[in-house]
């Protein structure tokens, strides 16, 4: 049995906003049977760009957000229901516009679905997540940060994002539930927060209107340094030309920088964890394999 998987995204303002969204899209097509793509008109040359990836296997849909929607960032997940709806294959493969997956990670997320594929317990697949804040060599690792997240789902059953994060998996008369998964057994390469500083401030303040929100700047040095580690690991080597180019090299943390109060919470939950082997960070899934 042939067992399909399809990719899928939404972007718009991928370049202006400082997304590595071509490195995101040549990371995963190895591993689909098609990428579709919902490209929301844009300010940039975005379109252009996927248009020039010129992969068979993608199928671009021009949209237009509502700019008007400033609702817990449902617009997110509009466009990512519109790209996801027009996916065919067995399973569901969502990755946004900055997260890579790496080359070594492919057979192995292959691999998982196999496994599980004829498991209907199984629902959807879980990776986990390097976060990197600041720079490629370090890593965000409070409980702040979701360590884990879906991002393969089976396209047989109902599901649906309330925003562009997560999904809930529904059936009739009952109410939506996180979807029941399995480990993927692969790393998803979180680089939206090692853009240059500028680009960020540029990307939160075009999310904030859509959360109804003014965005607070962020400033890459003012940051507790408890809650990052050195990556040791290897980098997709498709992402290597746009992290020599368009992401913060170097991180400098301020000395002087005060944590705040949610961050002195996360330190303090960290340390539990230490302790006590608990995991605190948000999960949006119920493993069951």
């Not at 991928?14 to 097509?29: D, N, P």
């Not at 920088?257 to 949006?284: A, C, N, V, W």
């Amino acid at each position: 049995m042939v067992i399909s998987i399809s990719g899928f995204t939404f972007i718009r303002n991928g370049v202006e906003l400082g997304f590595c969204f071509e490195e995101s899209i040549r990371s995963l097509l190895p591993l689909v049977d098609e990428f579709v793509i919902a490209v929301g008109k844009s300010n940039d040359d975005t379109l252009a760009r996927v248009r020039a990836i010129n992969d068979p296997k993608i199928r671009i849909l021009e949209t237009i957000w509502n700019d008007r929607m400033a609702d817990r960032g449902f617009v997110y997940a509009q466009q990512k229901m519109i790209a996801q709806y027009a996916c065919i294959g067995d399973w569901a493969f969502y990755l946004e516009g900055d997260e890579v997956i790496h080359e070594d990670d492919l057979p192995k997320i292959r691999a998982s679905v196999e496994q599980h594929h004829n498991n209907p317990d199984v629902e959807a697949l879980v990776f986990d997540y390097y976060h990197f804040y600041g720079s490629y060599d370090w890593l965000a690792i409070s409980p702040g940060w979701y360590r884990r997240e879906c991002r393969l789902i089976r396209n047989t059953i109902r599901s649906y994002a309330p925003d562009g994060q997560y999904w809930l998996v529904t059936s009739q008369h009952k109410r939506p539930r996180n979807p029941h998964a399995a480990l993927a057994n692969a790393h998803i390469f979180h680089y939206g927060w090692i853009r240059r500083n500028e680009d960020m401030n540029k990307k939160l303040n075009q999310v904030g209107k859509y959360w109804g929100a003014t965005a607070n700047k962020v400033v890459y040095s003012q940051f507790d340094a408890r809650a990052l580690a050195p990556f040791t690991g290897t980098h997709p080597k498709v992402a290597q030309a746009w992290l020599a180019t368009s992401a913060e090299q170097e991180l400098h943390i301020d000395p002087a920088y005060h944590p705040t109060r949610k961050e002195q919470k996360h330190h303090l939950m960290q340390q539990i964890e230490k302790f006590s082997g608990l995991d605190f960070s948000r999960k949006h899934f119920k493993l069951v394999a």
